[in-house]
């Protein structure tokens, strides 16, 4: 599933490519018809994320939300003014990578590509697809696309925990969630309800920084360390918006080489400290690294950095 930096970026891109255009919206595959109606020739006022949800807001008063659950992703294109046209989701699919539509939307180099004529036919089941003068989107596999009033995505807001990736939030609301509960903090990181954005990669990333024990009980995070936590997602999180990717590694805990020698290459081999590196040594101690299930989930942690 997308992580929240994921999701900003997608609404970073609606804004440049879409705002303040009048889009043709309908549902190829039918099954968002009715919300496409609603919205079908409406102009874009705004794109915003909170943590996984994606809003679009329509200058009639509606919003389309978006939720990508495990199988959703967006795919763009379009002519040569439609900028940071990208395919953007479904990492479990599509890998941890936006790609570029190199044959949908020419840029100043290609000058063999085919001038853009319009959106291609669609392929697959999209359930939504947008279309300015410029370009398209095209949603595919969405675990929620609907329509709603500006109301009800402010109550859908309000039941999600803060995201640290909207400007203006800080730690405070996110300790308050987190000390109410006894559950465990690698589980309270990954709810929703607690707080917004958080998938496993930035949970196992996160609490390894910190220093953490996956299993402490949420109400015993003691005041200082939450706000440390919360501080340093913040600024993981807005590295992942704006490189793309999930990197944690400070540069002094990077490998120089790979196990057959080759200078080792920041992504991916050098980008985490303990998501999918169970079995190797720890960056930090040489302690190995270990995988568990929690709720379901594989969970990666270091004994020895995140000793209770
Ligand atoms: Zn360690």
Redesign the pocket.
Known sequence: MPEGHSIHRLARQFRDVFAGEPLRVSSPQGRFADGARRLDGATLVDARAHGKHLFLDFDVDLVMRVHLGLYGAWSFGGDETFRGASSIGAPRRMGETETFDRAATPGPDDGGAPAYSGPPEPVGQVRARLVSAHGWADLRGPSACEVITPGEAAAVVARLGPDPLVAGTGPGEFLERVTRRSVALGQLLMDQAVLSGVGNIYRAESLFRAGLDPWLPGRRLGAADGVRLWEDLAGLMADGVRVGRIITTEPEHRDAVDPDGEPAPLWPDNAHYVYQRDGLD??????AVRVTQMQARNLFW?P???AP
């Open positions: 720890c960056r930090v101690c040489g302690t270091c020895g950095c995140q």
